[in-house]
């Protein structure tokens, strides 16, 4: 394992039974609340894509968190993707399978410019239902996704597969 993987596996803490029984949640606080990880983490994912993107869209709401930091390390716009119900004005909407029922994510329409380089960040990717959603409303707002980056994979749930083609980044992989 790289240092930056080793330093995120330090600091990421599960929580077993968490929002339900049977997930072992990925808490990001530890991380996220010590300056120089968090610090080193950004870094290392900014450098990552600089010159390749124009815009980074952060996934509510640890990505946020992370879209927000990364975007002003590469001096760039941030989007929001939220979930339904949240973003004022007129927007694109994608729904997506949960283990129980469906969730729903939006963007606004005018969020980008017609063929804008886009880096999507995440916390997570798990069953890959979140991220190929976002995935989705970047491409149908007339941008690109240039790569998918998340600090953890859970490689067992295969969330790559649903990604088809979009290059997808982890940091970690369990
Ligand atoms: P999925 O759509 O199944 O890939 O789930 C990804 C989203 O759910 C991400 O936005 C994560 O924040 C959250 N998530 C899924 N599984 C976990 C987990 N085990 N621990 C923490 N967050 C998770």
Redesign the pocket.
């Known amino acids: 394992m790289s240092q930056i993987s080793d330093l995120v596996a330090s600091k990421l803490r599960d929580i077993p039974d968490f929002p339900k029984p049977g ?4 808490d990001f606080t530890p991380l996220f609340a010590d300056g120089p990880s968090f610090g080193a983490l950004v870094r290392d994912i900014a450098q990552r894509y600089a010159g390749q993107v124009d815009v980074v869209v952060g ?1 509510e709401a ?1 990505g946020f968190i992370l879209g927000a930091a990364v975007a002003y390390e590469l001096e760039l716009g941030m989007v929001p993707v939220r979930k339904a119900g949240k973003l004022p004005g007129a927007t694109l909407k994608e729904s997506y399978a949960l283990e129980y029922g469906t969730a729903e994510i939006e963007v606004h329409t005018d969020a980008f410019t017609p063929g804008q380089r886009v880096l999507v960040i ?10 190929e959603a976002a995935a989705l409303l970047v491409e149908k707002a007339g941008a690109q996704v240039t790569a998918i980056e998340v600090v953890l994979e ?1 490689a067992f749930l295969d ?1 790559r597969t649903r990604l088809a083609d979009r290059p997808v980044n982890a940091i970690l992989t369990v």
């Open positions: 997930i072992l949640f990925k996934i640890r995440d916390d997570v990717l798990a069953t890959g239902g979140t991220a859970l969330g």
